[in-house]
């Protein structure tokens, strides 16, 4: 039974930790789309492409997370990374050139892959930062913990009636 | 460290600790001498010794065997993971998996890894990996905001 609860609750935050991927590079495309909309004068989003949208960053987030490695947590950027987010960036801007997000323009599509691959670096990197600093915080927290066993004049007096 | 031994012909027996800052060591020694030691009983490959819990590293079961690691040496250890992380957790002993108890003293170095994980470097080099689940608990320890008793 605890073995069956350890993997449920894994099965759990794999999906929670995907459904946050989603909603993350799901806005680095709506914003791509948007700032595309109103270059071209429309304040107007098809509804049907939100949709498609949505369904592309769940699809790339179960490819990264289940295939890929979760490679924008990955501590280093190596050649399984690099792979990793050129293939993401290529499904979202593959997807949006057969969908037709963009009227059928390719440059676009492309620079949809380009602006993907810079969300995908920087959000290593953010999460790269995050982890440099937590691990000087708990390499702090351990140095004053040792600390709080070294007795002090009185504690020795203490130790010693 | 200096040792003197007075030998004395009368009066009340006495022993004066003179330390600048109390180690693990003196510790020991106070231990011994009040009686309150606790050794854990280990078999060597040449017979059998009592070892401070500040010697070990870290325990690791394997195949139901319970072995602690030493800074220069490996030996058996009769007692259970569960009974050892629960008798020593106020002496820094923390279960950082299923089959493994750290010193939490002889951590040298704590990296944070992806997932909530963290991997510990202890003195020896040896790096044991912590999963999300135990290392949420070793982050409270390390604040010092939960009893070091065992769940």
Redesign the interface.
């Known amino acids: 039974m605890n073995r069956f609860r350890e993997r449920f609750e894994q099965y759990l935050r794999r999906e929670i930790s995907i459904d946050f991927k989603t909603c993350a590079y799901l806005f680095c495309i709506a914003f791509f789309y948007c700032c595309y909309r109103i270059s071209q004068g429309s304040f107007l989003a098809n509804i049907l492409h939100l949709f498609e949208m949505t369904a592309d960053a769940y699809v790339v987030g179960y490819l990264q997370v289940y295939l890929l490695g979760n490679f924008d947590e990955a501590n280093r950027l190596g050649r399984l990374e690099a792979f990793g987010i050129a293939l993401c960036s290529l499904f979202h801007g593959a997807a949006s050139f057969i969908l037709g997000w963009f009227e059928g323009k390719w440059q676009v599509s492309v620079f949809l892959a380009v602006f993907m691959m810079s969300c995908y670096i920087t959000v290593f990197f953010c999460n790269k930062i995050k982890r440099r600093a937590d691990t000087e915080n708990l390499n702090r927290m351990l140095a004053e913990f040792k600390k709080g066993e070294t007795y002090g004049e009185e504690s020795g007096q203490k130790l010693c009636d | 460290m200096k040792l003197t031994l007075n030998k004395i012909s009368e009066g009340e027996e006495e022993i004066i ?1 003179r ?1 600048r ?4 060591r003196i ?1 020991t020694v ?1 231990g011994i001498l009040q009686g309150t030691g606790q050794r854990i009983s280990a078999e060597f490959e040449g017979g059998r010794a009592f070892l401070a819990p500040e010697e070990i590293l870290y325990l690791e079961s394997v195949d139901g065997a319970v072995f602690a690691y030493l800074k220069d040496r490996v030996c058996k250890v009769a007692q259970s993971l569960e009974r050892l992380s629960g008798v020593y957790a106020d002496r ?1 002993f923390f279960r950082c998996s299923k089959s493994m108890v750290i010193n ?2 002889k ?1 040298s ?7 909530n994980r ?1 991997r510990a470097t202890m003195e020896n080099q040896e790096e044991v990996m912590i999963s ?1 689940r135990y290392a949420k608990r070793l ?1 409270q ?4 905001g939960e009893s070091r008793e065992p769940v």
């Open positions: 600790i330390y800052e109390m180690t693990g510790e106070i820094g939490i003293y951590i170095y704590l990296k944070s890894e992806s997932g963290i999300r982050r320890i390390l604040k010092g």
